[in-house]
């Protein structure tokens, strides 16, 4: 069965633009009977990354100490829900002009050498391949377009970290301007209702 894994990663939870649109849209995507298997970052945030987990994934499984395997168990987990999806929901908000770090550790655990890529003759190989990626990116001021296009690092990091694992097809939702008063967050929300609705129809 087709499935889509949406990724959250707001520490504000119910209020959270970004989680709200990313849960509408996934829901859309989903109408055809395609199964969501939602990943709250927010709500149940990811162990950065340390020592033992570091050294764990670079050994064979048979090698590894116990500390070392219960390191990598929860990646292993994140992994294979990455590779069953054929759509993928990620949702950040803009904070310092990049993602949240909930969504960082995320990527953390998921990029693993011989998992989601690998490195070849040719160079790096994504091997998370044949998805369909939705980045749901909300911010308080305006980022698309105007002077502060060039501050917006999320949305490029975003693109790259996703090439590097064989996710091309990807298509950005942005909720901007949410700081400019309650004129401006509805017309942004009406303007996101929208596109939903083209992205629910293409796809």
Same mark, same amino acid.
């Given at each position: 069965?087709?499935?889509?894994?949406?990724?959250?990663?707001?520490?504000?939870?119910?209020? %959270?633009?970004? $989680?709200?649109?990313?849960?509408?849209?996934?829901?859309?995507?989903? !109408?055809? @009977? #395609?199964? +969501?298997?939602?990943?709250?970052?927010?709500?149940?945030?990811?162990?950065?990354?340390?020592?033992?987990?570091?050294?764990?994934?670079?050994?064979?499984?048979?090698?590894?100490?116990?500390?070392?395997?219960?390191?990598?168990?929860?990646?292993?987990?994140?992994?294979?829900?990455?590779?069953?999806?054929?759509?993928?929901?990620?949702?950040?908000?803009?904070?310092?002009?990049?993602?949240?770090?909930?969504?960082?550790?995320?990527?953390?655990?998921?990029?693993? %050498?011989?998992? $989601?890529?690998?490195?070849?003759?040719?160079?790096?190989?994504?091997? !998370?391949? @044949? #998805?369909? +990626?939705?980045?749901?990116?909300?911010?308080?001021?305006?980022?698309?377009?105007?002077?502060?296009?060039?501050?917006?690092?999320?949305?490029?990091?975003?693109?790259?970290?996703?090439?590097?694992?064989?996710?091309?097809?990807?298509?950005?939702?942005?909720?901007?301007?949410?700081?400019?008063?309650?004129?401006?967050?509805?017309?942004?929300?009406?303007?996101?209702?929208?596109?939903?609705?083209?992205?629910?129809?293409?796809?």
């Amino acid at each position: 069965m087709s499935s889509i894994l949406l990724v959250t990663s707001s520490p504000r939870g119910e209020t %959270s633009r970004s $989680t709200k649109v990313a849960r509408e849209l996934a829901d859309a995507l989903a !109408a055809g @009977g #395609k199964a +969501v298997v939602r990943r709250d970052l927010g709500a149940n945030p990811l162990p950065h990354i340390d020592a033992v987990f570091t050294s764990a994934i670079r050994k064979p499984v048979e090698s590894r100490s116990e500390a070392e395997a219960a390191a990598a168990v929860l990646s292993d987990v994140l992994v294979d829900e990455l590779l069953a999806a054929d759509t993928v929901v990620i949702a950040t908000g803009l904070i310092n002009f990049n993602i949240y770090s909930t969504l960082k550790s995320w990527i953390d655990h998921v990029a693993r %050498s011989g998992k $989601t890529f690998r490195y070849t003759q040719n160079g790096p190989e994504g091997l !998370a391949t @044949g #998805k369909k +990626v939705y980045l749901v990116v909300a911010s308080d001021g305006i980022y698309s377009q105007g002077p502060a296009t060039a501050m917006n690092h999320a949305i490029p990091y975003l693109r790259t970290i996703l090439a590097f694992l064989g996710m091309t097809d990807v298509e950005v939702v942005q909720v901007e301007g949410l700081a400019f008063g309650e004129e401006a967050v509805d017309k942004a929300m009406a303007d996101v209702q929208e596109r939903i609705s083209e992205l629910a129809r293409a796809a």
